[in-house]
C-alpha cells in the first residue's frame, strides 16, 4: 500500500480462532447467499476481499470451467490459508489469488474493465474509504458488467430475549468501528455509495443469517455473535469504551442466552448489485 493509501483495519485480527470463526461464518451463509447473486456458467469475477477463499472456491464452483475468479486479499494468514484450499480442488485453472488492498487492486493492464462482475462482502464495514475502494472496483468492470456489495448494518443485530448487557456491549463494540475511522452501519448505505460512485441503475436486498434454537445451524449463528465481540475485546478495553467486568459479564449473559429454548437471532446482511 502506497503511502497515500488511507489504512485498512480489520477490527478483529486474524489468529487462528478468528479463521475459525469466519470459516464458520461461510458454512453460516455462502449457499444461501450465493443464490442473491444469480451466476452465469463462464463469468469471470473479482472477489475483493476475499479471505480465507471459501466463497471465491464456490464462486468458481458456479461459473465452471470457461468461468475465471481471482480473489484479492491483504491479509498473509488468510491468503496462505485460501491458496491451501486451491490446492486440495480438482480444478484449479479458473481461479487465482493475488495479495493485494481495495484501494489499489493488484491488476494487469489488460485485466482493467474486464470483469463480469465485481464481488466485495464484509469488506467496506472496515475500510475508512470505502469510496475509494469502490471506484477501483467499478474501473475493473466491463460495461455492461455488474459491481455486488455486501455488508453489516450492525443496529439490525437483535438476540432475543434480550441477555442483560448486551444493549450496552453491543454499542461498545460499534463504537470501537468509529474509533478506527470505519463505518459499523455501513449496510444501509450501499446504494448511496454506488451512486456517488457514478453507479446509477442498481438494486438493493438482504440475506438472511440469523436462526434460533432447535435449527441446524443456530449453534454456528450465536458463537458467531459471541466471536465478533471477542476479537473487539483488545480494543474495546483499551478504549475505555467498556470495562472489563462489564465485558465479561455481557459476553457470560450472552453464552446463557445461547441455551434458551426460545433463543433466536434475527440479522441481515444488506446488499446492492449496480451495473456499469
Not at 43 to 67: M, P, R, W
Not at 150 to 177: L, M, N, Q, V
Not at 226 to 246: F, H, N, P, V
Not at 259 to 272: E, K, R
Request: charged share 25%; proline share 4%.
Amino acid at each position: 500500500m502506497s503511502q497515500n493509501s488511507p489504512k485498512a483495519i480489520y477490527i478483529h485480527g486474524s489468529t487462528p480462532i478468528e479463521q475459525e470463526r469466519l470459516s464458520a461464518l461461510n458454512r453460516i451463509l455462502n449457499d444461501q447467499y450465493i443464490k442473491a447473486l444469480s451466476l452465469q456458467e463462464g463469468e469471470k469475477i473479482l472477489d475483493v476481499g476475499s479471505g480465507l477463499g471459501q466463497f471465491s472456491q464456490l464462486l468458481a464452483e458456479k461459473t465452471g470451467e470457461n468461468g475465471r475468479v481471482i480473489g484479492i486479499e491483504r491479509d498473509e494468514a488468510q491468503l496462505n490459508q485460501a491458496n491451501s484450499l486451491v490446492l486440495n480442488r480438482k480444478n484449479t485453472v479458473n481461479i487465482e489469488y493475488r495479495k493485494g488492498n481495495a484501494y489499489q487492486l493488484p491488476l494487469r493492464d489488460k485485466e482493467w474493465g474486464q470483469f463480469d462482475i465485481v464481488h466485495a462482502r464484509f469488506l467496506l464495514e472496515h475500510l475508512s474509504k470505502p469510496q475509494k475502494a469502490i471506484r477501483q472496483m467499478i474501473k475493473a468492470i466491463r460495461p455492461g458488467g455488474r459491481i455486488i456489495l455486501a455488508d453489516d448494518d450492525h443496529s439490525t443485530f437483535r438476540p432475543t430475549p434480550e441477555p442483560p448487557g448486551f444493549s450496552i456491549i453491543w454499542k461498545a463494540y460499534c463504537r470501537s468501528y468509529e474509533r478506527l475511522g470505519n463505518d459499523p452501519y455501513i449496510g444501509r448505505h450501499l446504494v448511496s455509495l454506488l451512486y456517488r460512485s457514478g453507479i446509477t441503475k442498481y438494486k438493493n436486498g438482504s440475506v438472511f443469517f440469523g436462526g434460533c434454537k432447535g435449527e441446524e445451524k443456530f449453534e454456528l449463528v450465536a458463537d458467531n455473535l459471541t466471536g465478533i465481540l471477542e476479537g473487539a475485546r483488545a480494543l474495546i478495553l483499551e478504549e475505555g469504551l467498556l470495562d472489563k467486568y462489564s465485558f465479561e459479564t455481557a459476553i457470560k449473559n450472552l453464552k446463557y442466552w445461547k441455551t434458551l429454548p426460545d433463543a433466536a437471532l434475527n440479522y441481515s446482511i444488506d446488499w446492492v448489485e449496480g451495473i456499469k
